[in-house]
């Protein structure tokens, strides 16, 4: 029949089309831009020639982006074979797959110091740099944005800065009118989302191809960098206070690059392609993929091409400690920034039929589990998925009505909670490990349920295990201030060594990133479940994905007092200014193992806005200084030109070390060499007539330090000083040691330029 003939013909065709279509790939592509020939009058014309030579196939819709700012190169729908061909092309650089980078996840500003009761901050005039902050724009690559939040308001911000070329896309539930003069800009790009997701994701209402952040944590980071303050700002009563990001006067502009499944490579390229060109201050990204060479780093080589253009880039160093050289976004023109916490907590407890009570933490915020005593189980199960309350994986049977112990670990610490309540729990008691140690996560919980360190896991787990009738009470003590000791170093902030570059001292600095009260999404409740159906404005979150908005808020801040610094310097401001000590005045602690911190975890230390503001002496770096490093890692002449994007680099000022970079701290990997000597370059932003003498510590029965001269006398302000470090190791300090730590600070009357010094006798030690 010839309805039947035709439907199958459809059928056939239609299978035919989702072949082709299952077939291609997002790929990026790198162009020898300088070679353009002249008859394309743009580089937009050129790409899409080359890709129409290709083969039938490939249709204009070929190409999903064309990047002109962050990138010499576009983004296409290919095939194997077409990308193959492309990297046989002259005019070629390199080709690689569209790769998928991952999501690092109000008492802040009090907490870093940056406001007395007076409103203002202790010791300075800040109310230039407040109004000189309204010029700052603050780009945030994430899940888009939550317009409607309080964060947003543009209550008395004066006329948007009028080199301002971004725009306010239109989408489904976005509309122009969404932005005001506190957010002003908003877009979104989802080529390689969609290419990646074959389409599908039209039919999941959750998405929403527009600017909508409906999923918090793009709301929560933009408002942290620069949210107006609002009163009374809590989540669900707990951290209640005024919410206000570092930098409550600059504005924010959202680039939605993230969704459902991830952020992918050419979506990231494309935003931060725009975001140069819309005329961007600072870049703030809180997500991350693994570690590969910069000319691979999609973030590292659009990151070169904002710092170039003077915009301040700062990356969350990732959520994968304390496992050493953990740590991401690591290449030195970037701000890689770790996680620590504030002196604020949400005690909980536990009382169990032993009558002992220990103390942990919860955001719970429901009707109370009352003072009788409820049955505590621990199901071990038949393997380690049940202990850790993984989906499924509980017995009803053995858990109904009772308060249930959770390992920490695998699946989302709500989500352990939700497990627990759909097999019929009725409080849980969320237990860390090793691998989380002492660091305690305050979480919304759709049920009474509070985290406990691992010690007081073991004791608990311990009691379950030898008390023939075990039973506990979970209670709620709401908000608590000036908890010490603070900051500690969070135990889920990623670790150096810098696989990439052993040289390079990561993450650089540490910032606010445990339990941190910020904007949030109303398309979602605060646990992030889909079965939560609570509506906050405001939630609380941690990880990296918090600390890193933090410093580009603060990186804003030091931008509008200081128009003329370079991001280097702004940069070297917060690390050389930055505090290893907590709020007991000790050293800082780590979460992990409860000892003591070291630079491979907080990097230069936590940040400290106030004195970053003036530091005295900045180590500043140019993108030739950037390119002449690049060039010690004896990457090929076209991966340098992947990321500095200019022809012929020769490599003609080359360092004999990468540690020889300008940077403001150090990392000595000693190998198969007994000496390193690298010479530094400070230049003098703080008074004429300055004198600056040194103090270097370093652990003396391995290592002998010089440094030459050991004062430096600045006449003028802009001046440039060198100096040089010379670090010998000592008969016997071999491989067997571990790393170890130093430090070399120049200071005077008025300040202090601090740089930690990591040791290393193999590549990988730590
Ligand atoms: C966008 O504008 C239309 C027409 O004015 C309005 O109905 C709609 O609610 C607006 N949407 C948003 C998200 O503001
Ligand atoms: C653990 O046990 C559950 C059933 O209780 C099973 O579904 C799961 O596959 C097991 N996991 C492993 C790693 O064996
Ligand atoms: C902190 O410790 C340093 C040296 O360890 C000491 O000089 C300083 O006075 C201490 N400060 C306070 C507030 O205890
Ligand atoms: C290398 O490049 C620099 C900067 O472009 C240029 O000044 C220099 O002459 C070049 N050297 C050689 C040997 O080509």
Redesign the pocket.
């Given at each position: 029949m010839a309805s039947m003939a035709l439907s199958s013909f459809v059928l056939f065709l239609l299978l035919l089309a989702l072949s082709s279509v299952l077939a291609k790939k997002t790929y990026i592509v790198h162009m020898k831009h300088h070679d353009k020939p002249t008859v394309y009058p743009t580089a937009h014309d050129w790409y899409s020639a080359n890709l129409q030579s290709l083969s039938s196939s490939s249709t204009p819709d070929s190409l999903l982006y064309a990047y002109t700012s962050a990138y010499n190169g576009f983004a296409a729908s290919l095939d194997p074979t077409e990308a193959d061909a492309l990297r046989r092309s002259d005019s070629v650089l390199d080709v690689y797959e569209d790769t998928v980078y991952t999501l690092h996840t109000t008492r802040t500003p009090e907490f870093l110091g940056l406001e007395t009761q007076s409103g203002s901050w202790q010791g300075h005039n800040t109310l230039g740099i407040e109004q000189a902050s309204h010029d700052v724009i603050i780009g945030i690559l994430d899940t888009g944005v939550w317009p409607e939040s309080k964060s947003f308001d543009d209550t008395g911000m004066p006329e948007i800065p009028t080199r301002w070329r971004g725009e306010c896309e239109s989408g489904p539930d976005f509309n122009k009118s969404s932005c005001n003069k506190k957010l002003i800009g908003a877009r979104s790009f989802s080529r390689g989302f969609h290419m990646a997701s074959g389409g599908s994701y039209m039919r999941k209402e959750k998405e929403a191809v527009s600017p909508r952040d409906r999923d918090g944590h793009g709301t929560h980071t933009a408002s942290t960098a620069a949210g107006s303050p609002v009163a009374n700002a809590n989540l669900l009563g707990y951290a209640r206070g005024t919410a206000r990001g570092m930098a409550p006067q600059a504005r924010v502009a959202a680039y939605k690059v993230c969704w459902s499944t991830g952020c992918f490579a050419s979506d990231i390229l494309a935003g931060m392609d725009r975001a140069i060109q819309d005329g961007v201050d600072v870049l703030s990204l809180s997500l991350g993929g693994g570690s590969a060479p910069y000319f691979r780093d999609t973030i590292a080589i659009g990151a070169f091409a904002a710092m170039e253009r003077g915009i301040f880039v700062s990356c969350s160093a990732g959520n994968s400690g304390p496992g050493k050289a953990s740590v991401a976004n690591v290449a030195p023109w970037i701000m890689t920034v770790g996680a620590g916490t504030l002196d604020r907590d949400f005690p909980a407890y536990v009382s169990l039929g032993n009558k002992k009570r220990f103390i942990g933490v919860s955001l719970y915020s429901g009707k109370g589990m009352g003072d009788r005593p409820v049955g505590l189980v621990y199901d071990k199960?038949?393997?380690?998925?049940?202990s850790m309350c993984m989906p499924?994986?509980l017995d009803p049977s053995v858990v109904r009505g009772k308060v249930v112990i959770c390992d920490r670990g695998i699946n989302a610490r709500v989500e352990k909670g939700a497990v627990v309540r759909d097999a019929g729990g009725v409080g849980m008691i969320l237990a860390n490990t090793a691998a989380s140690g002492e660091e305690l996560v305050a979480d919304s919980h759709l049920l009474p349920a509070l985290e406990v360190g691992r010690k007081v896991g073991d004791e608990i787990r311990e009691y379950v295990r030898t008390d023939p009738n075990p039973t506990a009470i979970l209670s709620f003590g709401g908000t608590v201030l000036n908890v010490t000791p603070s900051p500690v170093v969070a135990a889920f902030s990623s670790r150096g060594p810098n696989l990439v570059t052993p040289q390079i001292l990561k993450p650089d600095v540490i910032g606010p990133g445990v339990n941190i009260l910020a904007g949030w999404s109303e398309a979602i409740g605060p646990s992030g479940l889909a079965q939560d159906t609570r509506k906050t404005q405001f939630n609380i979150m941690s990880g990296t994905s918090m600390s890193c908005p933090h410093i580009s808020g603060l990186a804003g801040l030091l931008k509008a007092a200081h128009p003329d610094w370079s991001p280097s310097a702004i940069k070297s401001a917060l690390m050389t200014t930055a505090y290893t000590h907590d709020n007991t005045n000790s050293t800082l602690r780590d979460a992990a193992s409860g000892g003591f911190s070291t630079p491979m975890a907080h990097g230069a230390g936590h940040v400290d806005p106030q004195k970053a503001l003036s530091p005295g002496l900045v180590y500043d770096a140019s993108a030739s200084d950037y390119i002449a490093f690049l060039c010690s890692l004896r990457y090929r002449p076209e991966q340098i030109q992947l990321i500095a994007k200019r022809p012929n680099v020769n490599c003609s000022r080359r360092f004999a070390d990468p540690g020889q970079l300008n940077y403001p701290t150090f990392s000595v990997v000693f190998g198969s060499k007994r000496v390193a000597r690298y010479t530094r370059t400070l230049t003098n932003v703080g008074e004429a007539g300055s004198v600056y003498d040194v103090a270097a510590t370093v652990p003396s029965s391995l290592v002998a330090i010089t440094v030459k001269p050991t004062k430096l006398v600045f006449n003028n302000v802009g001046e440039s000083r060198r100096y040089t470090v010379t670090f010998v190791s000592k008969k016997g300090a071999d491989s067997s040691i571990r790393s170890e730590f130093g430090s070399i600070v120049w200071s005077n009357d008025n300040h202090q330029v601090a740089s930690p010094v990591a040791f290393a006798w193999t590549e990988l030690d730590s």
């Open positions: 199960g038949s393997n380690s998925s049940t499924g994986s």
